[in-house]
């Protein structure tokens, strides 16, 4: 499951296709970060993007955490994504999908 959503100079927010928030994030020069929450066992991503030139302009994505779609999360942000759920999983005793995504940050990094 993936939300895309914009959020509107009136304040309100609009969802929209993958390609139409790649076209907004690029339009406005968005920057991301995120934010780690949990829903039940799912660790959800909500990537959270931003203007440095204009504070009325910001998108979000939120997404469910995958080890097998890393290439979802943007490059600019993926190595603390990963830390932070590796984070998680060990604090769990998660200990087999700790390894995972200690495995990738490896490959990736």
């Known amino acids: ?3 895309n959503s914009f959020n509107n100079f009136d304040g309100s927010y609009e969802e929209f296709s993958f390609e139409d ?3 907004v994030i690029s339009k406005f020069n968005l920057k991301p970060d995120f ?3 949990r829903d039940g066992d ?3 991503v909500n990537e959270v ?3 440095p030139k204009n504070k009325n302009v910001s998108a ?3 997404y469910e955490f995958d080890i097998f779609f ?3 999360i943007p490059d600019e942000i993926k190595k603390r994504v990963l830390e932070e759920v590796l984070e998680i999983y060990v604090e769990e ?3 087999e999908e700790a390894v995972e995504v200690r495995d990738s940050i490896k490959l990736l990094f």
């Open 60 to 62: 979000n994505r939120i």
């Open 49 to 51: 993007w931003s203007s």
């Open 42 to 44: 799912v660790i959800l």
């Open 21 to 23: 928030f790649n076209e």
């Open 70 to 72: 890393l290439e979802l």
């Open 1 to 3: 499951m993936m939300l």
């Open 93 to 95: 005793e998660r200990y």
């Open 35 to 37: 934010l780690l929450s």
